[in-house]
């Protein structure tokens, strides 16, 4: 198999703040491997918070290539992969996701079957997927939100973290009063404080979310376990569940568990974590990072596997290089093509 890899530039249509950081665009590395005149693709986006900039994708993929090459074929190569060969399991969670999902759809070419097939799945998955809305004027996400629901989403992510909390207060509330049938999430990314956390928590219940991602700074799980001991409404980990390790020791001790490709290290790693979950009275959220169609994919083939989807990341681009996998409507979903089920957008595509 040979490998080639670019970078691309993804600009979101307006920059998303979140209560770390504000992010207008990202770098992704596409990665194509060719066999037998078929060719299997995949992406890893850099994400500075997971410590995974575009330049050590690069340098991790030039350093798998010659060891690739010599594998006869990727039905071997997911064999290794999922025996934890060290070839793999060196790489950059990140990395090794990108990789794995080139590898699936080019078996997946090879066999004519949609990725999901390969995986067990007899019925093409689809997930009701939130959409994310960012910190900003109680008034504009109240539009966005109507626009939303309009369109077809019924459940939507509104970012929290702001200063002055009662900034996020005003934002969901608005949010519930412009689009008072969708079901809302809330994420402050960890903006929140220990003391203050429990208080918060009431009064987002009582404006009836129905879930809260990690509320307070990444790096206490104990503390995040006592909060969602007495919570009144579910809590779910995310910067606190990054490897399949940290979302195990969380299992049974938290409502939920964000489960994303990069962090976990793939498809493989996600399936061993829902494996582990199952029984557990932990919940799976599937999310992504923002992203092209081409990088959400892998997830959406998992998407069955999930309570609540959150596969909106290429939805929040101002032009989508790759398409497939739906979303607009509120909605993403595989069909019956091979592989991962995308293509590259054509000039009139809609982005």
Not at 306 to 312: F, G, N, Q, S
Request: proline share 8%; hydrophobic share 45%.
């Amino acid at each position: 198999m040979r490998l080639h890899a670019r970078t691309v530039h993804l600009r979101l249509t307006e920059p998303l703040r979140i209560s770390r950081s504000v992010m207008a665009a990202r770098d992704a590395v596409e990665i194509a491997l060719h066999h037998d005149g078929l060719t299997g693709h995949g992406e890893a986006v850099a994400s500075p918070y997971l410590g995974l900039p575009a330049d050590r994708i690069r340098r991790a993929l030039s350093g798998l290539a010659p060891a690739l090459a010599r594998l006869p074929d990727p039905e071997t190569a997911l064999a290794e992969l999922r025996g934890g060969a060290p070839l793999f399991a060196e790489l950059p969670a990140g990395v090794r996701a990108a990789v794995e999902a080139a590898l699936l759809d080019l078996a997946g070419h090879r066999a004519g079957l949609p990725v999901h097939r390969l995986l067990g799945a007899a019925a093409p998955p689809s997930a009701a997927t939130a959409r994310t809305l960012g910190i900003t004027a109680p008034h504009r996400a109240a539009a966005e939100a109507a626009r939303l629901a309009a369109a077809g989403f019924t459940l939507l992510k509104v970012k929290a973290g702001s200063p002055d909390r009662a900034d996020d207060l005003a934002r969901v509330r608005a949010v519930r009063d412009a689009a008072p049938g969708v079901r809302l999430l809330l994420d402050p990314n960890g903006g929140w404080t220990a003391e203050e956390t429990p208080r918060l928590l009431a009064a987002f219940a009582a404006l009836g979310v129905e879930a809260v991602e990690q509320p307070v700074a990444p790096g206490r799980p104990d503390l995040l376990a006592a909060l969602a001991a007495r919570s009144p409404l579910p809590i779910v980990a995310d910067e606190d569940a990054v490897t399949p390790e940290d979302a195990l020791r969380l299992a049974d001790r938290v409502h939920g568990v964000n489960v994303k490709l990069a962090k976990c290290g793939g498809v493989t790693a996600a399936l061993r974590i829902f494996d582990a979950l199952r029984g557990s009275g932990t919940r799976v959220m599937l999310g992504c990072l923002t992203a092209s169609s081409l990088g959400i994919a892998p997830a959406v083939h998992l998407a069955d596997h999930a309570h609540w989807a959150d596969l909106d990341g290429h939805l929040l681009l101002a032009h989508d290089p790759w398409q497939g996998i739906g979303g607009t409507d509120g909605t993403v979903r595989t069909g019956g093509l091979p592989g991962l089920g995308v293509h590259r957008a054509q000039p009139d595509d809609p982005g």
